[in-house]
């Protein structure tokens, strides 16, 4: 194999794919990005692979010059260790010993890459794939608003990850974050034909949404315990959580049923918040009081050894505690 390409291009190209790679993979090829080049459809491709732990993600480009096509399997934080001090054109040479050459002005060096002969650079095979289409925009929207109420406890895996709740009549998709002690809920747009749900690791949902921010039209697959989302140049898939999410509108509705229902604006409640967690110091456990025994105002209170801090904000209420 050997081509031309930009070095900012090939930092791109490899530093993407690249955070697939957990910090300590599983395999030693899993420490690696797997570059293929061909020219079959007369136009040069260049794909950049990498995979580990359930993650995998997949780059492309037509930006390069090919002067023999091939395939290399090359150590990603060395490579990307080289490429980041070089500027301008660069000549990736790969020859039949596995050995990568790159050649950028007076700079040069090689690296031993791994026999690529028994590596996977495909995603699964979905047979018959739930598909929807979202704004790369809205799904990370989505992830942020949730993000927060997201369990930390391994004991209760599904509660680790963001669920999905797609609705076809509706066209929305409804993100749900949920710890025992938290809940977030937000709904975006969502094109899709099937009613379905599922749960997406943090980590695996977080990665997503910075790998497809600014798309218009991202598609996403799910089927076979994976989800697949392609955004044009670059595609990833993440494997999700097994398991049957809690039925978040029924919790919502028990809750409903209280004695007291309040409503305030966002923005004045968090300015208050804000300013009670001031006065709540470094402690770890401190504590916010919301006090509803105004008429038509919520007390937002907090105090520690050194000091304390209220705020009032307007509050429409029916009902007591």
């Known amino acids: 194999m050997k081509i031309q390409i930009e070095a900012k291009l090939l930092e791109d190209l490899v530093g993407t794919v690249a955070q697939a790679i957990g910090s300590r993979p599983v395999r030693q090829e899993n420490e690696c990005v797997f570059i293929d080049v061909h020219s079959d459809s007369g136009t040069p491709i260049m794909t950049a692979f990498a995979s580990d732990n359930g993650t995998a993600i997949r ?13 290399a399997l ?10 980041k001090l070089m500027d301008g054109d660069v000549t990736m040479t790969v020859d039949d010993h596995f050995k990568c050459t790159l050649k950028c002005g007076a700079k040069k060096v090689n690296i031993s890459c791994m026999d690529f002969g028994d590596y996977n650079a495909d995603f699964v095979d979905m047979r018959e794939p739930n598909t929807v289409r979202m704004n790369g925009d809205d799904f990370g929207k989505a992830v942020d608003s949730t993000l927060h109420c997201v369990s930390t406890d391994q004991g209760r895996m599904i509660l680790t990850g963001v669920n999905f709740a797609f609705d076809a009549v509706r066209g929305i998709c409804e993100a749900s974050g949920l710890d025992g002690f938290r809940l977030a809920k937000v ?50 898939e993440v494997t999700l959580l097994a398991g049957e999410y809690m039925d978040i509108n029924g919790l919502i509705a028990r809750q409903g049923d209280g004695k007291m229902h309040a409503k305030v604006n966002a923005e004045e409640l968090l300015d208050a918040t804000k300013l009670a967690m001031i006065a709540t110091g470094d402690a770890q456990k401190g504590l916010i009081v919301l006090n509803f025994s105004g008429e038509d105002a919520m007390q937002v209170y907090a105090r520690s050894d050194s000091s304390d801090a209220a705020s009032e904000v307007y509050c429409m209420r029916n009902g007591q505690m």
């Open 74 to 83: 090359i150590p990603a934080k060395q490579m990307m260790a080289f490429v």
């Open 187 to 236: 709904a975006v747009p969502a094109e899709t034909n099937e009613n379905f749900n599922v749960t997406i690791p943090e980590a695996g949902a977080k990665l997503i949404a910075k790998l497809i921010k600014g798309g218009e039209n991202v598609s996403f697959r799910f089927g076979n315990g994976m989800v697949i989302a392609d955004n044009y140049e670059t595609s990833v």
């Open 59 to 71: 780059k492309v480009t037509d930006r390069i010059t090919a002067i023999e096509d091939g395939c």
